[in-house]
């Protein structure tokens, strides 16, 4: 998968507790977007990430999700009191200029919310 | 709201059959991506098209953009066990109107 690296690859939370996805681009990517797959379904655009800035986040839920790509280190997307309908993998991908639609992903995240 | 439709959603051959699925839609695409996303892993782009007609070749599988540029194919000719795994089709930038994709089985 072209060197996006994403950790953890399993999670496991309870109701209530905080998930935090981590993601490291492809070397020299700048642009990072995280989507949601439910199972048996395509993915969902979630957001748009620049270094330091939020491009587009319609995709993410106004509530309890918030997603950051620091000056330094990976991307975190961050899903704070978790419902079972959290329950997702999680992809990551990044592209070296604001992408047409050839992205590039990592193996994903699957958490699952007990 | 663009939505990207695909059929059949689950698709079960023998070794070295030929089969094809679809990728359709009301709406015009600026470009479309066809991806293979195996079990537990993230999806990998296999082609782009953008041109009405466009056909594009990858080894034994064929796309094709449709002229409208509302639809496209996907056709693998005698399919391998390693064809297996679930093809989605996307499309219009980095939001990429996604389809839900056709599990495909080839069974040795």
């Known amino acids: 998968n072209a060197g996006v690296m994403q950790n953890p690859r399993h999670l496991v939370r309870r109701r209530g507790q905080e998930a935090r996805l981590r993601c490291s681009p492809m070397?020299?990517?700048?642009?990072v977007y995280w989507y949601r797959q439910l199972p048996e379904e395509g993915l969902k655009f979630m957001v748009y990430?620049?270094?330091?800035?939020?491009?587009?986040e319609s995709g993410m839920p106004k509530e309890r999700f918030s997603a950051e790509f620091p000056k330094e280190g990976p991307s975190i997307l961050r899903i704070q009191q978790v419902v079972r309908g959290d329950s997702a993998a999680y992809f990551c991908?990044?592209?070296?200029?604001?992408?047409?639609?050839?992205?590039?992903f990592g193996e994903g995240s699957r958490l699952t919310v007990l | 709201t663009q939505l990207l439709e695909q059929s059949p959603q689950f698709l079960s051959i023998q070794e070295g059959e030929n089969l094809t699925v679809y990728c359709n839609s009301s709406?015009?695409?600026?470009?479309l991506q066809w991806y293979r996303q195996e079990p537990g892993e993230g999806p990998v782009l296999l082609v782009t098209?953008?041109?009405g007609g466009e056909v594009k070749k990858l080894k034994r599988l064929t796309f094709q953009f449709g002229d409208a540029r509302k639809d496209s194919s996907l056709h693998i000719t005698a399919a391998q066990p390693g064809d297996t795994g679930l093809y989605l089709c996307?499309?219009?930038?980095?939001?990429?109107?996604w389809g839900a994709g056709t599990k495909l089985i080839i069974k040795p």
């Open positions: 070397k020299g990517h700048s642009h």
């Open positions: 996307a499309g219009e930038g980095y939001q990429l109107i």
């Open positions: 991908a990044s592209s070296y200029v604001q992408t047409s639609g050839e992205l590039f």
């Open positions: 098209v953008v041109t």
């Open positions: 709406s015009v695409f600026s470009s």
């Open positions: 990430l620049q270094k330091e800035n939020i491009i587009d």
